[in-house]
């Protein structure tokens, strides 16, 4: 008989944080607030594509936003000046945001009165992929500069996302990117999601984007 007793660290804390966002998605559910984790890579425009987003929703909702950084405000300063409610998240050096941190989060920024928020999360495609922040629906950005091979590199980002913007579009001539590729490698993993293209530098494709986040928060809000 062995002396001591294995466990599975990483298991134990991913179970005990699934726990945790299904009890937090409840409680949006209960109070009407749709949450969305928007990743991406560091520079692939995620505060840019909040901020034209805002633009097209900030009269017909009312939002919040949960900036998530390592340290600095300077994103969070950015979205505060388009008058929505803003409140910067400090990870501590930790490179993910987990169902509790959320949490807390949404209780700081009063999300109870919020139809929609948004949590920017820390830039990476590594670990925020790793753990369930208790939001409604997954959405990432893919830049055109960073290349077509990254659903190649960083599957399970791009397997556990509703929606992915492939964004800066208006760049594709600089780049050498395949676009039909890219939607391809998106695809195999993950069938059902829907991609967007888009451009936060002229605004190409937010409609459509835009459009979708009202779907989806109208149907949140009406328990569908």
């Not at 660290?9 to 009407?32: C, G, H, M, P």
């Not at 600095?72 to 409610?85: C, P, Q, W």
């Amino acid at each position: 008989m062995d002396a001591f007793k294995i466990i599975e660290i990483k298991q134990s804390v991913f179970e005990d944080n699934n726990q945790q966002a299904a009890l937090l998605r409840e409680d949006l559910k209960r109070n009407k607030t749709f949450l969305l984790n928007l990743m991406s890579s560091p520079g692939s425009g995620k505060t840019a594509v909040l901020l034209r987003t805002i633009g097209l929703l900030k009269d017909e909702m009312h939002i919040g936003i949960m900036e998530a950084d390592i340290d600095s405000a300077v994103d969070a300063e950015k979205i505060a000046a388009t008058g929505v409610k803003t409140i910067q998240l400090h990870t501590g050096g930790m490179c993910h945001l987990d169902a509790e941190m959320t949490r807390q989060g949404l209780t700081e920024i009063g999300a109870a009165d919020l139809e929609f928020v948004v949590l920017e999360n820390i830039g990476n495609l590594v670990c925020p992929a790793e753990f369930d922040t208790g939001s409604v629906k997954n959405a990432m950005i893919l830049s055109v500069p960073e290349g077509d091979d990254k659903p190649l590199k960083y599957p399970l980002m791009f397997s556990i996302c509703d929606v992915i913007l492939i964004n800066k579009i208006d760049a594709m001539s600089v780049f050498d990117f395949d676009m039909q590729a890219a939607k391809e490698r998106i695809k195999k993993l993950n069938p059902d999601v829907q991609i967007f293209l888009v451009s936060a530098k002229t605004g190409e494709g937010f409609e459509a984007w835009a459009d979708w986040i009202r779907t989806e928060v109208r149907k949140w809000n009406k328990n569908e």
